[in-house]
């Protein structure tokens, strides 16, 4: 099952697929060379000269090694904490020794002083990083994504119930259907929203909400979708579509007065799933409404939870219309 | 038996219409009722509900085109207005600001015994006064007006305010101007001033003109040169018409200059 609840052991391996984690280590490895040249001279200028001399010796390790983890993350997710901290600190120190083989006599820093800093820099690399993913998940992410679950707007629920009183005598097979969407829509909503799911999932709530809006808004609401390239098995955080949509609805549909069209478009691209929303901007002169940027704020802020750095949402008006774009990694299967 | 009730329905959500006329046929016994007319949107209710002899209005306020308690505003007008019950699906704003202001609503989904009593109870009170609309207004944060009402007898003209150019007090009335033409408003300039902070500007005790309308200012043609005491005219875009500035109000205008002139 695939799940943020990904670090049951709180010491995994950082997911080295990750920007964030790779940015974070970068930075990481130069302070502590900064860290070291200033303690180990005593004027700044020689501290610094004795910095760019190191960086010969540190960079090459350490972005080969970042490349390496890169394409062995998925095989160190599947070893225990220890076994994979241990593999990381041989590649390491396997990488560091070779590049003072090649380049040690330019920089002319000893064998064993270079090894010493490599082992120390990756020790306090993988603590950081074990430490930044436990502040970051188990029980304060998990708080923190119930409180940023996606809401509904009750203006929603209480106009879609007024619609289906509205068919209960004319046309009770589609107030059945209705009532339907609306208690798959809720089920959605009042799930703990802390496990991934399949972009297929996320299709058929977005469509039942669609469903339930056209209801509601009849022809004034035109919906286009383009999801016949989506990459049903992608994982995704729960409702993250929905409130873009719920969005679209709200501020590009309703306060217009003729029809409006709505695009949903879901596609992979490479190892990136694209999501792109769009509807009419609303002119001036219809009364404008507030709280967008709650909502968007919202799911980026959750996206950062899963994704961390990885993931983006941006929003652009462009000849009228105004377009949301979401753009995570691909991942199926296991988180 | 008296005469049925004349009402007029306005919603956007066709079901929420049709949900309204089965529950004004349940009630009937209760409340005798004939749906005048329905719209769908604010500016349809502007230009259908004058005509429709309507007695009563159940108003949703959120709708497209214009927002529900502008509408009553501009509907005020009228020389028998309708008596109002709005209907809300959700806005705690809008709810206190009815409270308040002894102002009738009903929450949707509507329920048939509410809607008969609030039928009864606003029929027998009538339209609801001007001053509740606007504080009304006012308090449920719907913001500014988007248009000016113009009330001719029977028909509302409603002038969109991002066209008015200035609006003059003289005697009575307030003439408003636009690229298009001349009014004639029944509002105070202090009243239209505090609604509308920062669109309009002073200019002079009776003149507020649309700040970002101006385009510089001239010296009055009939002042000597050198003379300290001379006036201060304002060029509006697309006017010809110069408006005098009072000496009193010629330095905020002034400060303002630079902003004018992007």
Redesign the interface.
Known sequence: MASIRQNQYPNALPDFRNLGVMARALLFVNLLAILAAAAAESDWNRAFDMFVVSTVLIEPPLLASLLLLLAAAPLLRRLPYWLGSALVLALVLALTAGTHALVGAIAGISFGRTLAFASVATVLVLAYLSLHLRAHSPALAEARLQALQARI???F???S???V???I??DPRRAERTLEDLADLFRALMSDGRSLVRVADEIALIERYAAIEQ????E?LRMSWDMDQAPVDALLPPLVLQPLLENAVYHGV????GVSDVLVRIERRGDRVHVRIENPSQP?????RAGNHMALDNIRERLMLFFDADARLETKLSDGRYCVDLDIPYRTGRA | MTAPLKVFIAD?????R??LK?LLADIRESVATEVAGEA??G?DVIERLPGSGAQLLLLDI?M????GIELARHLAGLESPPAIVFVT???RHAVEAFELNALDYL????RSDRLAAALKKAAAAGPALRERLERAGAHANA?AR?YFSVTERNRIALV?V?EVLFLRAELKYVTLRTKAGEHLIEEPLIAIEREFTGRFVRVHRNCLVTRAAIRGFERSSGAAGGDEEQHWNVVLEGLDERLPVSRRQWPTLKSLLPEAKE
């Open positions: 707007r009750p203006h629920l209480f106009n119930l007024n619609a009183l509205a068919l005598r004319s209801l509601r808004l009849g004034r309703e306060p217009g007065t001036a002169g219809a009364p404008a | 956007d959500e066709a079901p929420a049709s949900r089965e769908g949107n500016l959120q497209p085109g214009m927002g699906a959700h806005d929450m949707k989904p509507v913001g988007e969109p991002s």
